[in-house]
């Protein structure tokens, strides 16, 4: 059985040890963070406009009224 290994380290101690790794681990390494970032970005906008408020019927009424909208405004 194996066990995670937990260490207490510091921002300054990573980065020291990032600084040390090759430049194309470094960029490795920077996709990777920036994939995370845009994962929990996405998860907290898809959150935030979550909502059982709109169903499929609400949704084509609106988009049917905004098409007569401009087909009226296309009219002479």
């Given at each position: 059985?194996?066990?995670?290994?937990?260490i207490?380290?510091?921002?300054?101690?990573?980065?020291?040890?990032?600084?040390?790794?090759?430049?194309?681990?470094?960029?490795?390494?920077s996709?990777?963070?920036?994939?995370?970032?845009?994962?929990?970005?996405?998860?907290?906008?898809?959150?935030?406009?979550?909502?059982?408020?709109?169903?499929?019927q609400?949704?084509?009424?609106?988009?049917?009224?905004?098409?007569?909208?401009?087909?009226?405004?296309?009219?002479?």
């Amino acid at each position: 059985m194996k066990t995670p290994l937990q260490i207490d380290v510091t921002f300054e101690q990573i980065l020291a040890l990032v600084k040390q790794l090759p430049q194309q681990q470094k960029i490795k390494l920077s996709k990777e963070l920036e994939k995370e970032a845009i994962d929990s970005t996405l998860t907290r906008l898809l959150k935030t406009f979550k909502t059982d408020a709109l169903d499929m019927q609400t949704i084509t009424e609106e988009v049917e009224r905004v098409r007569q909208e401009m087909y009226d405004k296309k009219k002479p």
